[in-house]
Each structure stands twice: as C-alpha cells, then as structure tokens.
C-alpha cells in the first residue's frame, strides 16, 4: 500500500532572505500586491520591512515574528518615497516602535504601511501650515488614515497578472516541499 506524505525540505529553498525571495518579495512590492507579501511573511512567521527611495532601489529586510531591525541601505538616495512592513500574525497598526520610526524618519520619508492580517493602514507625510499676519509655521504631520481591508484593497487594486503572482505565492511557499512517496514496509528509508 503506498502512500505520500508531504515532508519539509532542508536546504536554501526555505530561506527568505536568499537572494530568490528577496527578489520576489521586491517583484511583488514593485507591482504592489501587498496581500501577497503580507502572506509570505505570515507564512515565514517573520516580519518584512521594504524600503523605496528616490530612485526607485528596493532594500528587503526580514526579521523575527515581532520585528525587524532596518539595515542601513548601502547606495540608496534619500529621501525614501515608501516603507513597507508586516504584522505576521497581527494586525495592522503604528506600534509603539512604528510609532517611534515614523517621528525619526520625518523629513526622509515621504510614505509608510504597515501590512496585517485585518488589510493595510497607510500614512502620508504633510506639511501642516498655520500663518499669522507676520509668520508661517511649517510642521510636518503623518496622516491618520484607517485600515483598508484586503477584500476591498484587492478590489481596487486588482492587476492583470493576479494569477501569475497567485502562482508564483504558492510555488515559492512549497518549494520548501516535497511530495515523497512511501510504504508501510520501507522501514521510513525516505525519511
């Protein structure tokens, strides 16, 4: 009687921070399909931070389920037009630590979301003017802005190539699988 199992691989298939999936993840961020790099990192139970800057350079990092330290992106121009994270597992809100970035990188960052399991929540850095007969008072504010739900996110947003992202998603999330076929009478020899 032969059966299969599924068994998880050993091996750099299953490592998101190989050079595959830091371009897939960049592939994904550049077409903005959110939900799938949320689901990856929900996935890989670790968060991922991606930064846009001036030019258009993509910088993937991957932390652990509850972080994920920025490194300093070599050759990028500032200032950075987008920064994206993920919430693995959790929902979509400015953290204490988001809350705290998001003061430190005014005037270097023009945008940031934050990706959950609920949808996403965006914030735009403006400029908030208060004039007087003889002053003009600039102050920068990041915008306070509610969740987008990802079936209404994906409805709006809806691309051509859905199919192939939905596709790729799952070819690089079970790559790290193998469909092995066995017995009760090979005494595990497969595994």
């Known amino acids: 009687m032969d059966f299969r199992a599924i068994k998880e691989a050993t091996g750099p298939a299953s490592n998101v921070e190989s050079e595959s999936c830091v371009e897939f993840v960049t592939n ?10 949320y689901m990856l990192s929900n996935a890989a139970s670790r968060e991922v931070s991606i930064l846009v800057d001036s030019n258009d ?17 070599i050759g990028a121009v500032l200032p950075f037009k987008l920064w994206v994270h993920t919430h693995p597992s959790n929902t979509a809100y400015w953290s204490i630590t988001d809350q705290t970035t998001l003061e430190i990188a005014k005037g270097i960052l023009k945008k940031a979301i934050v990706l959950g399991e609920n949808g996403l929540l965006s914030t735009t850095l403006q400029s908030q003017c208060s004039c007087t007969v003889d002053t003009v008072n600039s102050n920068l504010q990041w915008t306070e802005e509610e969740v987008i739900d990802w079936s ?40």
């Open 57 to 73: 350079n993509y910088f993937v990092d991957w932390g652990t389920i509850g972080s994920v330290k920025l490194s300093p992106p």
């Open 152 to 191: 209404e996110f994906n409805m709006d947003d809806f691309s051509e190539d859905i199919l192939c992202d939905i596709y790729s998603y799952l070819r690089f999330t079970f790559s790290n699988k193998k469909i092995i076929c066995d017995d009760f009478y090979s005494d595990g020899k497969y595994w």
């Open 28 to 37: 994904l961020a550049k077409k903005g399909n959110w939900l799938f790099i």
